[in-house]
């Protein structure tokens, strides 16, 4: 599908996403590599068409949350190691070996179990102090067991910075202590012969962290130009890969006292004339979004979002922007628009959640080179 005929669309700026990159790679410290987070179909971006523009653009390590997403990446062309960060279920194992595909170890009863179908190619998720996921960092024995279990390849030691959003005394502390415990079971393994490699960092951990290391970076949110809030630090200079966008289905004028949507939830005070847009909260439009909140871009303004979001279609105040006709294109975020940020704080969500929540049904389009 193209834009032209389109209801709905996320419009994909390739040349961004390749800007971010070259960005971000300034920042890494020395011999780590980007390992790209294309998890949540690339945070809502499509994650065939974004690694396959990583790919071209030499990125060689990436990492998914489930088996299904790694797979489709290895099926759609993705080569080089595709790590999956979370749970896949013992009966899937097989799969890890026929597509080539590299399983976070969760814990000692979990490397086991990957050793009995190996030889499967695993990372140690270590704990530091999320209690998530992973191993505790502190327990040298169970590390020594995984590491020794025959027939699962240990190639890799990861742990998941949780307070690396800012620089706060105790961000830094608590942050600090995370690495500490980290490196030195890296250490330990390292003086037994093993060289696995170590990554620690993702997106915040490498805007602010970056001494702390490793040989991967693993970047999410910063590759598609934004912070989970508006937060990045200043000079970095990115810029939004996705733009969302719709058409208008519908222009009507109601009079004063007469109500939009489901269960009143905009009443007019004057004669107002209203755009309905063709997408809604089945498209990833928040359906908590209150009345007036958030806006969207058209004929060079912005018109409030009014009433309830309707699962296909949602409501604009267009009164006193130039007319408007069915089949004008308004942006929800993105040039001509508000920011993602703006919707998503409108809606009290980070962007992270506000982009993995994109509906399938939105077609994914690549736009044309600037």
């Not at 011999?31 to 690694?51: E, I, N, R, S, T």
């Not at 969760?106 to 998720?125: E, N, S, V, W």
């Not at 309707?310 to 929800?332: E, F, N, R, Y």
Request: charged share 15%; net charge positive.
């Amino acid at each position: 599908m193209e834009a032209a005929t389109a209801r709905a669309w996320a419009a994909l700026d390739l040349e961004a996403l390749a800007w971010n990159l070259g960005r971000l790679r300034r920042r890494l410290p020395p011999g780590c590599q980007v390992m790209a987070v294309v998890k949540a179909d690339a945070y809502g971006h499509g994650a065939l068409p974004v690694a396959k523009a990583l790919q071209a653009n030499g990125v060689r390590a990436f990492c998914v949350a489930c088996l299904d997403e790694a797979v489709a990446l290895r099926r759609g062309g993705i080569r080089g190691e595709i790590l999956i960060l979370g749970y896949t279920h013992p009966a899937q194992f097989p799969q890890l070996l026929q597509y080539d595909l590299t399983q976070a170890i969760l814990d000692l009863d979990y490397a086991k179990a990957l050793a009995a179908c190996g030889p499967i190619k695993g990372h140690l998720a270590l704990d530091t102090g999320m209690h998530r996921l992973g191993l505790d960092a502190g327990d040298p024995d169970s590390i020594g067991q995984i590491f020794a279990l025959p027939r699962l390849r240990v190639t890799g030691l990861f742990t998941h910075l949780c307070a690396d959003t800012g620089t706060a005394p105790a961000q830094r502390a608590f942050t600090q202590a995370q690495a500490d415990a980290f490196w030195s079971a890296v250490r330990l393994v390292r003086r037994r012969g093993y060289t696995p490699r170590a990554h620690l960092l993702s997106s915040y951990g490498l805007l602010y962290y970056p001494q702390l290391g490793g040989d991967y970076a693993r970047i999410g949110i910063a590759l598609y130009g934004l912070g989970s809030r508006r937060d990045l630090p200043s000079g970095i200079a990115l810029r939004p890969v996705l733009s969302l966008h719709a058409r208008v289905s519908g222009v009507r004028t109601v009079a004063a006292g007469q109500s939009v949507g489901y269960g009143f939830g905009y009443t007019a005070s004057s004669p107002r004339t209203i755009a309905t847009l063709a997408i809604g909260y089945a498209d990833g439009i928040p359906a908590a979004l209150p009345s007036g909140a958030g806006h969207v871009g058209l004929h060079g303004g912005l018109a409030p979002i009014i009433g309830s979001v309707c699962m296909d279609q949602l409501m604009v105040d267009v009164t006193g922007l130039p007319p408007v006709k069915q089949g004008d294109i308004a942006t929800l975020f993105g040039p001509g628009g508000p920011s993602a940020y703006d919707l998503a704080t409108a809606a009290g969500l980070t962007t992270n959640a506000l982009l993995s929540d994109l509906g399938p049904r939105l077609p994914r389009i690549v736009s044309a080179a600037r």
